[in-house]
């Protein structure tokens, strides 16, 4: 159980850093400016097709869903919605772009861990793996495609145009803020891990924060500074006259006056305390416009908390499972059943899919029936490539689709957007387990040991 916990570890340090960035990206006005130009570039019509691609573009290059999700997911989020798409659908869109980039990406750490656990290498995992993932994905881009060119969306140039006005208010929009988004992406290429990545694109944030919207890290600053009348935490009230003092008096106008040309004679103090409160706490930036006000809000760390207890509580149960025995004693049973190789590959496919509800874990859905099943693969003449295959195709991408996951609670609390209202539009997470098993059925290369031949199935049910 310590050790399940401890595997966890790494994750909730991740999502601590995610919430951190989200709230600095966004008081410097990087997301902001991602949704302002993206307002110019994208329509409701291509916006679902777009956005997967885009997901998936940056997924393949860095490596990591999460990353992509954390950073471009969510600007695309924000476009979206203002664009007027339900928030499931771009939810499912960005998804299943970010999870089939990094399925496919050799920088990406499920990808080497497949491989690794079936026995063969990575290269021969990826080219053999595009079998059965590049049909998928197609189908998932013309799903989309047709969803929106069946008008999935209510946008007008004239709301688009109010968005952008409104966001132009209150940021100093400019395409230097694109620096911090190019920096993390290329470090996570040049394999930086993720939590250096991070923190950097993190700290990034706050600097550019103070160097490009001094006038909102002013105001906001003065509202975070309530002096006698302060606060509980991640929420934050300024004094008004008539306001009580602890002391049973109350602000008149000339006091309340007076705190606010001090708090804003101290930018310095003020530009400290809003960075800091947009890392670990509720940050909001008011627009007058309800829609657009909850696009310029964030948790930061505390809004984190919630899921990381989840993930906790979820690796505990999954640690609990496994030392019992239980899942094997499942697992067991169910191998003995597959007597064709295409039962066989369903069964994995199976036992992923169980183990990600289950041990509620990604790696375990891939560690696990990678060591079930390797012998078995081995002792019915099937090439490695078979099982690592399977366990990418089961045990990666379905993870997000489990609410008491670390991958689904991690992208429901990043989006904003509940599990199980963008799990039926994840696509490429639905159709991948179904495809493999579909390949498998009608006998299309299935690679036996020592050929790369495409071969029949050999064992009869």
């Given at each position: 159980?310590?050790?399940?916990?401890?595997?966890a570890?790494?994750a909730?340090?991740?999502?601590?850093?995610?919430g951190?960035?989200?709230?600095?990206?966004?008081?410097?006005?990087?997301?902001?400016?991602?949704i302002?130009?993206?307002?110019?570039?994208?329509?409701?019509?291509?916006?679902?097709?777009?956005?997967?691609?885009?997901?998936?573009?940056?997924?393949?290059?860095?490596?990591?869903?999460?990353?992509?999700?954390?950073?471009?997911?969510?600007?695309?989020?924000?476009?979206?919605?203002?664009?007027?798409?339900?928030?499931?659908?771009?939810?499912?869109?960005?998804?299943?772009?970010?999870?089939?980039?990094?399925?496919?990406?050799?920088?990406?750490?499920?990808?080497?861990?497949?491989?690794?656990m079936?026995?063969?290498?990575?290269?021969?995992?990826?080219?053999?793996?595009?079998?059965?993932?590049?049909?998928?994905?197609?189908?998932?881009?013309?799903?989309?495609?047709?969803?929106?060119?069946?008008?999935?969306?209510?946008?007008?140039?004239?709301?688009?145009?109010?968005?952008?006005?409104?966001?132009?208010?209150?940021?100093?929009?400019?395409?230097?803020?694109?620096?911090?988004?190019v920096?993390?992406?290329?470090?996570?290429?040049?394999?930086?891990a993720?939590?250096?990545?991070l923190?950097?694109?993190?700290?990034?944030?706050?600097?550019?924060?103070?160097?490009?919207?001094?006038?909102?890290?002013?105001?906001?600053?003065v509202e975070?500074?309530?002096?006698?009348?302060?606060?509980?935490?991640?929420?934050?009230?300024?004094?008004?006259?008539?306001?009580a003092?602890d002391?049973?008096t109350?602000?008149?106008?000339?006091?309340?006056?007076a705190?606010?040309?001090?708090?804003?004679?101290?930018?310095?103090?003020?530009?400290?305390?809003?960075t800091?409160?947009?890392?670990?706490?509720?940050?909001?930036?008011?627009t007058?416009?309800?829609?657009?006000?909850?696009?310029?809000?964030?948790?930061?760390?505390?809004?984190?908390?919630?899921?990381?207890?989840?993930i906790?509580?979820?690796?505990?149960?999954?640690?609990?499972?496994?030392?019992?025995?239980?899942?094997?004693?499942?697992?067991?049973?169910?191998?003995?059943?597959?007597?064709?190789?295409?039962?066989?590959?369903?069964?994995?496919?199976?036992?992923?899919?169980?183990?990600?509800?289950?041990?509620?874990?990604?790696?375990?859905?891939?560690?696990?029936?990678?060591?079930?099943?390797?012998?078995?693969?081995?002792?019915?003449?099937?090439?490695?490539?078979?099982?690592?295959?399977?366990?990418?195709?089961?045990?990666?991408?379905?993870?997000?689709?489990?609410?008491?996951?670390?991958?689904?609670?991690?992208?429901?609390?990043?989006?904003?957007?509940?599990?199980?209202?963008?799990?039926?539009?994840c696509?490429?997470?639905?159709?991948?387990?179904?495809?493999?098993?579909?390949?498998?059925?009608?006998?299309?290369?299935?690679?036996?040991?020592?050929?790369?031949?495409?071969?029949?199935?050999?064992?009869?049910?």
């Amino acid at each position: 159980m310590i050790d399940a916990v401890s595997s966890a570890m790494n994750a909730v340090i991740i999502l601590l850093l995610i919430g951190a960035l989200a709230g600095t990206w966004l008081l410097s006005g990087i997301v902001p400016a991602m949704i302002y130009y993206g307002l110019d570039i994208l329509n409701p019509t291509i916006f679902l097709f777009a956005a997967c691609v885009v997901s998936a573009i940056v997924s393949l290059a860095t490596g990591s869903s999460w990353t992509t999700i954390a950073t471009v997911g969510v600007a695309l989020l924000g476009i979206g919605q203002a664009l007027g798409i339900s928030e499931g659908l771009i939810g499912g869109a960005i998804i299943s772009g970010a999870y089939f980039g990094d399925k496919m990406s050799p920088l990406s750490d499920t990808t080497n861990l497949a491989p690794a656990m079936a026995g063969t290498d990575l290269f021969t995992h990826i080219r053999y793996m595009s079998i059965t993932t590049v049909p998928s994905i197609i189908i998932t881009l013309i799903i989309f495609l047709i969803l929106g060119f069946l008008g999935q969306g209510e946008g007008s140039v004239e709301r688009t145009e109010q968005i952008q006005s409104l966001i132009g208010q209150k940021f100093n929009i400019t395409g230097w803020l694109f620096l911090v988004p190019v920096v993390v992406i290329v470090l996570i290429i040049r394999k930086v891990a993720a939590i250096p990545a991070l923190l950097v694109g993190t700290l990034l944030g706050g600097i550019f924060a103070i160097i490009f919207p001094p006038n909102l890290m002013r105001d906001l600053g003065v509202e975070m500074r309530a002096a006698d009348a302060y606060v509980v935490a991640g929420g934050f009230t300024v004094p008004t006259e008539g306001s009580a003092k602890d002391d049973g008096t109350y602000y008149s106008a000339g006091e309340v006056a007076a705190m606010q040309t001090e708090a804003r004679s101290d930018f310095g103090l003020n530009s400290f305390i809003t960075t800091m409160v947009a890392m670990y706490g509720d940050i909001s930036v008011s627009t007058g416009d309800d829609d657009v006000d909850g696009l310029l809000s964030t948790g930061g760390m505390y809004g984190m908390l919630n899921t990381i207890w989840l993930i906790l509580c979820a690796m505990v149960l999954g640690g609990v499972l496994e030392s019992a025995g239980m899942l094997h004693r499942i697992t067991d049973a169910v191998i003995k059943r597959a007597k064709s190789t295409t039962g066989l590959i369903g069964s994995t496919a199976g036992t992923c899919v169980f183990f990600n509800v289950t041990a509620s874990d990604q790696y375990l859905s891939i560690v696990v029936p990678g060591r079930m099943y390797a012998d078995t693969y081995k002792d019915r003449g099937l090439a490695p490539e078979n099982l690592s295959r399977t366990l990418e195709d089961s045990g990666t991408v379905t993870s997000v689709l489990v609410p008491w996951n670390t991958c689904g609670a991690t992208q429901a609390s990043v989006l904003g957007v509940a599990t199980l209202v963008y799990a039926p539009y994840c696509f490429f997470n639905i159709i991948s387990p179904i495809m493999t098993v579909a390949i498998a059925a009608i006998r299309f290369r299935i690679r036996k040991l020592n050929t790369t031949e495409s071969v029949e199935d050999s064992v009869t049910a």
